[in-house]
């Protein structure tokens, strides 16, 4: 049993490997941030439970380290912020709870990573409207089909797979990458 979830990790990375579009995007995602770090923005994650650890964890690496220790990025997950979020959801709802958060911290020049492994969690929809109205880059991480939040966003990295657990590890390997690729970019070689 362990194999053969090992062998559709390794298959879906394989995918992942030889899809070059998808590579091409995760470049143009990597590129948005830098030009928004060097512009003095910041870049806010949002998800729903693995998505909102896997958002929390990105958002450590760019706004701690990843590999060099340097200056730190104004890298946020927006779910941290317990209060706000259960009282937006005790008062507007759930659905609203990260698009409210948006429209507070959400200026133009800013990226917005939405994180949904299916693509269709309502309050990553309203999120990435709020998004967009407030300007933000929208980066969408996703399965293979991209679900609703596919042509809502900027940048869409849908991960070749149907299989949520074999979506977040990808999600977790763009996501590596990028934070990895902005490092160097920003501030020198890691090798």
């Known amino acids: 049993m362990p194999h053969q979830r090992i062998r559709a990790a390794i298959a ?10 998808l590579l091409e995007r995760l470049q143009r995602a990597t590129d948005a941030c830098v030009h928004t770090f060097r512009s003095g923005g910041k870049v ?3 998800g729903n439970g693995g998505s909102a650890a896997d958002a929390q964890h990105l958002a450590a ?9 340097r200056p730190p990025l104004f890298a946020e997950a927006m779910h941290v912020n317990t209060s ?8 507007y709802g759930y659905d609203h709870a990260f698009s409210r958060l948006t429209t507070a911290m959400g200026r133009s020049g800013d990226v917005l990573f939405l994180l949904s492994t299916s693509g ?6 309203a999120a990435a409207v709020a998004g ?3 300007g933000c880059t929208l980066i969408a991480l996703t399965g293979a089909a991209g679900g609703e939040l ?5 940048i869409l990295l849908n ?7 074999r979506i977040q590890e990808g999600h977790m390997l763009l996501g590596h990458i990028l934070c990895e690729d902005v490092e160097r970019q920003l501030f020198g070689n890691n090798n």
């Open 159 to 165: 991960i070749p797979s149907e299989d949520t657990p």
């Open 12 to 21: 879906v990375k394989q995918r992942i490997l030889e899809d070059t579009a």
């Open 150 to 154: 596919g042509p809502l966003v900027d």
């Open 84 to 91: 706000f979020l259960t009282a937006v959801a005790n008062d």
């Open 44 to 46: 806010l994650f949002c």
């Open 61 to 69: 690496e760019l706004s701690g380290r990843f590999y060099l220790d």
């Open 120 to 125: 269709n969690s309502r309050n990553i929809l």
């Open 132 to 134: 967009k109205k407030a």
